[in-house]
T-cell receptor, first 114, second 110 residues
Framework: NAGVIQTPRHKVTGKGQEATLWCEPI?????VFWYRQTIVQGLEFLTY????????DSGMPKERFSAQMPNQSHSTLKIQSTQPQDSAVYLC????????????FGPGTRLTVL | GQGVEQPDNLMSVEGTFARVNCTYSTSGFNGLSWYQQREGHAPVFLSYVVLDGLKDSGHFSTFLSRSNGYSYLLLTELQIKDSASYLCAVRMPNYNVLYFGSGTKLTVEP
């Protein structure tokens, strides 16, 4: 069990560029979550998939952020026209099923927008 | 928004204990989880409580009072390696989304 895999581990973009972050959940886990962590705001919920279907994206900034889960083995978080305030560690987590209380986190992608 | 509050820092001494507090005011509640996060690493699940009272899990114990919107994580027989950030997270009904506090950085001194 390799755990949740996130790539890349570090990404640097220029202001206005696009960034795509990848997450591979633990095999067999049906729930996938995306979070963003900064020193100021802490760990914030962004969006959630269950069996690949988007369930709750209430934490997502609406204009430039989007997330997809095209198959059960990976999810992507795309940020268009990145801004310096998007700089953060983006964490992906998965859980065995919707009702499971333990979420397993990936190592995160540190995004730096210059 | 969902309010989950934790003190920023806590210091304690090796061999003693530390209590990490968490207060919450949220629109729903379906349990509270505690995670440990070391610098530069992902959060790791420690405990989950949904009923009032103390849940003893050895080195880590957790307490919950739903009427007061309060929980704490108690670490006993502290070791230097317990130095880390401890995050509490309220689990919401319906879709079980977690809302995290900002975390308490625990420093265990010799």
């Amino acid at each position: 069990n390799a755990g949740v895999i996130q790539t890349p581990r570090h990404k640097v973009t220029g202001k206005g560029q696009e960034a795509t972050l990848w997450c591979e959940p633990i095999s067999g886990h049906s729930a996938v979550f995306w979070y963003r962590q900064t020193i100021v705001q802490g760990l914030e919920f962004l969006t959630y998939f269950r069996n690949q279907a988007p369930i709750d994206d209430s934490g997502m900034p609406k204009e430039r952020f989007s997330a997809q889960m095209p198959n059960q083995s990976h999810s992507t978080l795309k940020i268009q026209s990145t801004q310096p305030q998007d700089s953060a560690v983006y964490l992906c987590a998965s859980s065995l099923r919707t009702g499971a209380y333990e979420q397993y986190f990936g190592p995160g992608t540190r995004l730096t927008v210059l | 928004g969902q309010g989950v509050e934790q003190p920023d820092n806590l210091m304690s001494v090796e061999g003693t204990f530390a209590r990490v507090n968490c207060t919450y005011s949220t629109s729903g509640f379906n349990g509270l989880s505690w995670y440990q996060q070391r610098e530069g690493h992902a959060p790791v699940f420690l405990s989950y409580v949904v009923l009032d009272g103390l849940k003893d899990s050895g080195h880590f114990s957790t307490f919950l009072s739903r009427s007061n919107g309060y929980s704490y994580l108690l670490l006993t027989e502290l070791q230097i390696k317990d130095s880390a950030s401890y995050l509490c997270a309220v689990r919401m009904p319906n879709y079980n989304v977690l809302y995290f506090g900002s975390g308490t950085k625990l420093t265990v001194e010799p």
